[in-house]
């Protein structure tokens, strides 16, 4: 086949559906007076699109109604989850942020104390960097942790006056704890809820 | 015919499924025959509609105008290329399970004229070739030749450029004629001309 005829017949789907420009149009035209076998070409494809025209549109059996119990609204958790994540991260953010500030120049100032009270080691700005579990581990494993994160918080419920800002430094780092199990949870709930709640097929 | 349809689209919006289960009645039809075309399997091609009804009514918030059938076939085509995904992962459905609708019809099938035009083995002859198409190919042929969409909405429910869906079914038609040539002796006299 010379390389005419190859170009002509890959205009040949469009040129039956009137979809060429008026100069490529006539040169397809011009081909076909000239060339038999692009002629007998275009009628086999015309042929080919005339079959498929004729495949009718099909009956289902059943109607694909849908009905109201199926899409019934279901309760929106997704937004509730997600405003609960962020009063969580913010508490985080807060309180790492705050006992930066105002605890470290005195810890600095006092490392015997950290040896007496091993949880407070950990500076904050580790916070969530891999160690930070080794640190914590006689902690109760996470699932249990977010039911009993909130009993450490009693001791400084009856602190002697003067211990009172090295005893309330533990209690901040179970707050923390608590409050990144909280975090990963509903973060990981919210996000269960959103691809459940994002529809598929249709894609952006 | 146009304003009626936003309307039902704007109340489907609200979430009434009553409205939108209107839009249903008048598409499915149409949505049933592509997808059963592109799976070529009558209880998937059910499933499938099914979700895709769905998807649309859970997604009709996102409808942003233009064509809704366009957009309803583009959900139904994201279904069929999911499935057939599926299907290839664990392939339970051989080819040759494969049935043909317009061969069998059931009973209490009542066939329209056109029906009765093109049945049997021609029609089965016909969904076997286009069964042979790539898929991306067989939906540009299933959406232009068979349900008479313009390039421009093939494009829109295919989410491809014109120039795309151009190619595609250039390829397609001309993958179908040799197939067609192929079994000519099972064809109208167009194919026999020539041996
Ligand atoms: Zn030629």
């Not at chain 1, 790492?96 to 006092?110: K, M, N, V």
């Not at chain 2, 076997?128 to 008479?148: F, K, N, S, Y």
């Not at chain 2, 869906?165 to 038609?173: A, N």
Request: net charge positive; aromatic share 8%; hydrophobic share 40%.
């Amino acid at each position: 086949m010379d390389v005419r005829c190859r170009q002509v017949r890959d205009r040949l789907s469009e040129y039956m559906d009137g979809r060429l420009k008026e100069g490529e149009r006539r040169r397809v035209e011009e081909h076909l007076a000239a060339c038999p076998e692009c002629r007998w070409e275009l009628e086999e494809l015309r042929a080919t699109v005339g079959l498929l025209r004729q495949l009718p549109p099909l009956t289902p059996r059943r109607s694909f109604t849908l009905s109201p119990a199926v899409v019934a609204p279901r309760v929106r958790l997704f937004p509730v989850l997600r405003m609960a994540s962020l009063a969580a991260a913010l508490l985080l953010l807060f309180l790492t942020g705050g006992e930066y500030l105002f605890t470290s120049p005195q810890r600095a100032a006092a490392p015997e104390m950290e040896s007496t009270v091993p949880q407070a080691a950990p500076t904050p700005s580790r916070l969530g960097a891999p160690e930070t579990g080794a640190r914590l581990a006689p902690v109760p494993a996470p699932g249990e942790s977010k039911d009993r994160g909130v009993a450490p918080s009693a001791p400084p419920a009856s602190p002697v006056a003067g211990e009172e800002s090295t005893r309330a430094v533990p209690a901040l780092r179970w707050l923390e704890l608590f409050l990144l199990v909280t975090l990963v949870f509903l973060g990981g709930a919210a996000f269960w809820r959103w691809r459940q709640e994002s529809t598929p097929y249709i894609r952006k | 015919m146009a304003e009626e349809e936003e309307a039902l689209i704007a109340r489907s919006r609200g979430g009434d499924v009553n409205a939108f289960n209107l839009l249903v009645e008048r598409y499915q039809r149409m949505v049933y025959s592509v997808v059963f075309r592109m799976l070529g399997h009558r209880q998937e091609a059910e499933d499938v509609t099914q979700e895709a009804f769905l998807s649309a009514f859970q997604g009709v918030a996102r409808f942003r105008g233009g064509s809704f059938r366009a957009w309803l076939l583009r959900i139904a085509a994201n279904a069929c290329y999911d499935h057939l995904r599926f299907r290839r992962r664990r392939p339970t459905v051989s080819l040759d399970v494969l049935e043909s609708e317009s061969g069998n019809p059931l009973p209490g099938h009542i066939a329209s004229p056109e029906e009765h035009v093109l049945r049997g083995e021609l029609a089965r002859l016909i969904e076997e070739g286009l069964g042979q198409l790539p898929e991306e190919q067989r939906l540009a042929v299933v959406l232009c030749d068979v349900q008479g969409f313009s390039y421009e909405e093939a494009a829109e429910a295919t989410r491809s450029s014109l120039g795309t869906v151009k190619s595609r079914l250039s390829r397609g038609r001309a993958r179908l004629r040799d197939f067609f040539k192929e079994h000519r002796e099972l064809l109208p006299s167009l194919y026999r001309h020539r041996t």
